[in-house]
């Protein structure tokens, strides 16, 4: 059972280029996430998707794509990388949505360490 | 504004000691709490989930305590292996229209032999 699985675990990037990060799982949840991770500060959403069709905003949207493929897919897209786009950036799943009334389990995939020069 | 903040930031103990991690918040309204364990390079496994009328779960070694009173919990790690030796993150979910899951920034727990 692979869970979360997300592709590359790293990538350098020159400012300006582009590129997708992608994540599956394997779990037939219906919500994902992306998440990154600074130095000092807790995990902050980037965008979240509450079920297969729909896609939301999250704290740090700026920068930043994303599409769901299908129920298993959700990735990431950085159209023009920016320095402080360098980060580590997880993906989750839940069965439902983490915020909602009911209670529910999150996954995170093993992150992909991106960094922009 | 929503926090979570978690202290100490960082904490070193001798293998075989407990140790006690805190998180205070002010994310309202509650929903639940999360304990996530997060190993170096790696993404964060949850050691426990804990509703408003909970105020202990134990999850193997690990207690959390919450009161929702004061907006804090703690995690109390007992009899520390090595292996515990990784950042602890607290994480508060509000009941809301919108979505709220704040993480809080981590205790970094190192278990010394």
């Known amino acids: 059972n692979a869970g979360v699985t997300q592709t590359p675990k790293f990538q350098v990037l020159k400012t300006g280029q582009s590129m997708t990060l992608q994540c599956a799982q394997d779990m037939n949840h219906n919500s994902m996430y992306w998440y990154r991770q600074d130095p000092g500060m807790g995990l902050r959403l980037i965008y979240y998707s509450a079920s297969e069709g729909t896609t939301d905003k999250g704290e740090v949207p700026n920068g930043y794509n994303v599409s769901r493929l299908n129920k298993r897919e959700f990735s990431l897209r950085l159209e023009s990388a920016a320095p402080s786009q360098t980060s580590v950036y997880f993906c989750?799943?839940?069965?439902?949505?983490?915020?909602?009334?009911?209670?529910?389990?999150?996954?995170f995939g093993q992150g992909t360490r991106l960094t922009v020069v | 504004k929503n926090q979570v903040e978690q202290s100490p930031q960082s904490l070193i103990i001798l293998e075989g000691k407990n140790c006690t991690l805190q998180?205070?918040?002010?994310?309202?309204?509650?929903?639940?709490l999360r304990w996530y364990k997060q190993d170096t390079g790696r993404g964060p496994v949850s050691l426990t989930i804990?509703?408003?009328?909970?105020n202990t779960k134990s999850n193997g070694r690990y207690t959390a305590t919450l009161d929702a009173d004061t907006k804090q919990s703690s995690l109390h790690i007992t009899a520390s292996q090595l292996s515990d030796s990784a950042s602890y993150i607290c994480?508060?979910?509000?009941?809301?229209?919108?979505?709220?899951?704040?993480f809080g920034t981590g205790t970094r727990l190192k278990v010394l032999a």
């Open positions: 804990m509703t408003f009328s909970e």
């Open positions: 989750a799943s839940s069965e439902v949505l983490l915020a909602g009334p009911e209670f529910t389990e999150a996954f």
């Open positions: 994480v508060v979910s509000a009941v809301s229209g919108t979505y709220k899951y704040i």
């Open positions: 998180c205070n918040y002010t994310v309202s309204p509650f929903s639940n």
